[in-house]
């Protein structure tokens, strides 16, 4: 998966409804002007804790 896939969805799935409509707005400007371009089309890992 891609940042700014699990980005747009986190937005959708976690913000939209919780938060304010400008302060959602800010979180997506900020998402589409500053994360996405920085980090173009990086593969998002899962990390997962290891299991004694």
């Known amino acids: 998966m891609f940042l700014k896939d699990f980005l747009d969805f986190w937005l959708r799935e976690y913000k939209i409804g919780y938060t304010r409509k400008n302060s959602y707005s800010s979180l997506n400007?900020?998402?589409?002007?500053?994360?996405?371009?920085?980090?173009?089309?990086?593969?998002?890992?899962?990390l997962r804790t290891r299991k004694n």
Do not use: A, G
């Open 29 to 46: 400007n900020s998402i589409e002007n500053h994360i996405k371009p920085y980090f173009k089309n990086s593969i998002l890992i899962i």
